[in-house]
């Protein structure tokens, strides 16, 4: 089944609970030469968009600064033929992005924060942390769900 979504539209409730529990994702982003780069990444959803972490110096950061096309694909661990896949454009937002970090850090493992738990304390300051909002242009869940 394939779904299509506008701007206006969410992910469906049917396959929300994939981006409400600790399941790793595969975030793809696009190479400067075109080539696809897919990173296992966590990942959690604000209500309107799919969030993913990471930094401006980082891979999937400089490619999204060239081209902010993506997808991201969270299959159920529970059942591997449920899945959801969204694909569309990255919104990049500084503000708040340690703090997203830091949730995302407490639900995926039993640390209280990233830095100084999973990375380094003096690594904060090495690098400028993201959210990356996906906003969906297309949503495609599996056909048996």
């Known amino acids: 089944m394939t779904v299509v979504a506008t701007p206006a539209e969410s992910i469906p409730?049917?396959?929300?609970?994939?981006?409400?529990r600790p399941?790793?994702?595969?975030f793809t982003t696009m190479m400067p030469d075109g080539q696809p780069q897919s990173s296992v990444v966590w990942v959690d959803y604000d209500g309107e968009c799919a969030?993913?972490?990471?930094?401006?110096?980082?891979?999937?950061?400089?490619n999204l600064r060239v081209n902010p096309k993506v997808s991201l694909l969270v299959v159920d661990p529970d059942d591997s033929t449920r899945y959801l896949c969204v694909i569309g454009d990255v919104e990049l937002v500084e503000d708040g992005a340690v703090a997203h970090l830091d949730g995302l850090t407490r639900r995926y493992t039993r640390h209280p924060r990233y830095y100084g738990h999973i990375?380094?304390?003096?690594?904060?300051?090495?690098e400028t942390r993201i959210i990356?909002?996906?906003h969906a242009r297309r949503v495609l869940v599996d056909a048996i769900h």
Do not use: N, W
Request: charged content about 35%; some cysteine; glycine content about 6%.
């Open 23 to 26: 399941i790793h994702a595969v």
């Open 51 to 62: 969030r993913v972490a990471t930094t401006r110096e980082r891979q999937k950061g400089r």
């Open 132 to 134: 990356c909002r996906i």
């Open 119 to 126: 990375y380094p304390l003096d690594q904060r300051g090495r």
């Open 13 to 20: 409730d049917s396959h929300l609970d994939l981006l409400s």
